[in-house]
């Protein structure tokens, strides 16, 4: 059972920075892709960035420039590096995982993040 493990969320104020890590319970070379989603209240999950199955790397538009996906596939973990974090990028974050094997989402719990002004 492939298990995603968030963590690093927390309280900041608007300008600073934070680093999400994602650890995952197998190897990151199991994982077709890999990707951090948030949700606020009463809204949709949105993609905040991803690995595609080719190894690139999508953003939202919202955090492009700012934030900053990587992994460190000795460690079997993922990261995102939030820069310049403002109120708006207030959410709980989740990282999910398909892996190469199947067509399954796989998620972890997730992380809170909050920005004040």
């Known amino acids: 059972q492939v298990q995603l493990v968030e963590s690093g969320g927390g309280l900041v104020q608007a300008g600073e920075s934070l680093r999400l890590s994602c650890a995952a319970s197998?190897?990151?070379?199991?994982?077709?892709?890999m990707g951090w989603y948030r949700q606020t209240p009463g809204k949709q999950r949105e993609l905040v960035a991803r690995f595609t199955s080719g190894s690139s790397t999508v953003y939202a538009d919202s955090v492009k420039g700012r934030f900053t996906i990587s992994t460190d596939n000795a460690k079997n973990t993922m990261y995102l590096r939030m820069n310049s974090l403002k109120p708006e990028d207030t959410a709980v974050y989740y990282c999910?995982?398909?892996?190469?094997?199947?067509?399954?989402?796989?998620w972890g719990q997730g992380t809170q993040v909050t920005v004040s002004s």
């Open positions: 197998e190897s990151i070379f199991m994982f077709k892709t």
């Open positions: 999910a995982a398909q892996l190469w094997s199947g067509n399954r989402d796989y």
